[in-house]
């Protein structure tokens, strides 16, 4: 089992940055990848980034140029830097962490969510 905690979210005005941050139990270089996610109410999840361990991150196109994760081993931290936001990233945001077992199957962990409300 793995916890993930979110934090950071809130109320941002349209154009401004927040910094997402998700405390993982395990450690993230056990991890196969890890990732962003968001909802939108009455919408489905939708990956925003995510990166394989070992990798670079890749992102959504609507998040592109705007958006940037990053993670930090030794706090077994990722981090997602949201920056020009629009009132279209309003959503739930979601930490995962994919785990690889030996049979090559993948169990997926999910934080609770932190919500990113973005409106003037």
């Known amino acids: 089992q793995v916890q993930l905690v979110e934090s950071g979210g809130g109320l941002v005005q349209p154009g401004g940055s927040l910094t997402l941050s998700c405390v993982a139990s395990?450690?993230?270089?056990?991890?196969?990848?890890m990732g962003w996610y968001r909802q939108a109410p009455g919408k489905q999840r939708e990956l925003v980034a995510a990166?394989?361990?070992?990798?670079?991150?890749n992102y959504a196109d609507s998040v592109k140029g705007r958006f940037t994760m990053s993670r930090d081993n030794a706090k077994n931290t990722v981090y997602l830097q949201m920056s020009s936001l629009k009132p279209e990233d309003t959503a739930v945001y979601y930490c995962n962490y994919r785990h690889a077992t030996a049979a090559m199957t993948f169990q997926n962990y999910w934080g609770q969510g932190t919500q990113v409300t973005v409106s003037s």
């Open positions: 395990k450690s993230i270089n056990s991890a196969y990848g």
């Open positions: 990166f394989i361990i070992g990798g670079p991150p």
